[in-house]
């Protein structure tokens, strides 16, 4: 599906050169000839990215710029400011008023499409990056994965859940089991060491997935799962930790004992099957990461790899 670019300018020749430029291969071009009209395509069109001129009559940019992140349907949407003027002092205004970035006109095809491709990366990764981690949350882990398999690019996927997350954050507190999700954050990309284009995502909770290259995949689950435990006494008094548990609430309000924290981590790689869309790929490792946390009596983080094949 294409992504909707509003440009607004009073100037027809400069609407028609950014649509020019931009062309329709990627993106659907709405335009919008001074600032009240501006406004109402904004909110009826839900455009992804809006081109704004600095000079338009009716409502200025800046009254336009006001509205826009005023309003909880545009607040978030990226906007770029044309601007005659290569006065700093007006993009200071406008940055600080919630302007993403700024061109000058007249500008450079090419400059203009890296700015708005730039800009549009940036606002998806922000939207979908999860708060607490920072790290690419739902739709961005979907998207790489589906980006890897229509470029015929070799993965490996690991799925990785904490196991016995919930008692511990319900006995230790929410600021410790926050802490556990952070560390956990960084020790996933800390194992990407020897993949550039490895590739690490919070889908939420105490559920993360880390995307690497197929003959690197068993590198990477190993370190992932020693540092994990080697990290886990610094989570824990000395008594919980040589007790090897914690005593807790289970979901039916009784107290139960829970083992240590550790990982469970279900892998599938390309190179075993077909994966040819997203819910595959994400049921196969779910699968693997269920025979993990079957074994009970396993007190250290497991992972194990989809040996199948198609």
Not at 74 to 91: K, Q
Not at 98 to 124: C, Q
Not at 198 to 220: C, K, N, R, S, T
Not at 246 to 271: C, K, M
Request: hydrophobic share 35%.
């Amino acid at each position: 599906m294409k992504q909707k670019i509003l440009v607004a300018d009073d100037e027809p020749a400069i609407r028609k050169m950014v649509g020019r430029t931009l062309g329709s291969e990627f993106y659907d071009i709405l335009t919008a000839s001074n600032g009240e009209d501006a406004l109402s395509r904004a909110t009826r069109d839900e455009p992804d990215l809006i081109i704004l001129d600095v000079a338009m009559p009716k409502k200025t940019d800046w009254e336009v710029l006001k509205e826009l992140r005023c309003s909880r349907q545009t607040r978030t949407t990226p906007v770029i400011m044309l601007t005659g003027s290569g006065n700093i002092s007006d993009e200071v205004v406008g940055l600080d008023s919630g302007a993403d970035d700024y061109i000058i006109k007249p500008f450079v095809a090419a400059e203009l499409k890296a700015r708005v491709h730039s800009t549009l990366r940036r606002n998806k990764l922000g939207l979908s990056a999860n708060p607490l981690t920072k790290l690419p949350g739902s739709p961005s882990i979907e998207e790489e994965v589906n980006r890897r398999i229509r470029d015929g690019v070799a993965f490996a996927f690991l799925y990785v859940d904490i196991n016995h997350f919930k008692p511990y954050n319900d006995a230790h507190g929410f600021a410790k089991g926050d802490g556990v999700l952070r560390k956990t954050g960084d020790i996933l990309e800390k194992s990407l060491e020897a993949d550039t284009a490895g590739f690490v995502g919070h889908i939420g909770g105490d559920d993360f997935v880390v995307i690497a290259e197929p003959d690197q995949a068993p590198h990477v689950a190993q370190r992932i799962v020693s540092r994990f435990d080697e990290m886990t006494p610094a989570f824990y008094e000395s008594s919980d930790q040589s007790r090897g548990f914690i005593e807790a609430e289970n979901r039916q309000g009784l107290r139960q004992r829970f083992p240590i924290i550790s990982l469970s981590i279900g892998i599938v790689t390309s190179e075993q099957r077909v994966l040819d869309h997203y819910t595959k790929v994400v049921q196969l490792a779910s699968e693997m990461k269920a025979f993990c946390k079957a074994d009970t009596e396993h007190r250290l983080s497991r992972f194990a790899f989809d040996r199948r094949r198609n």
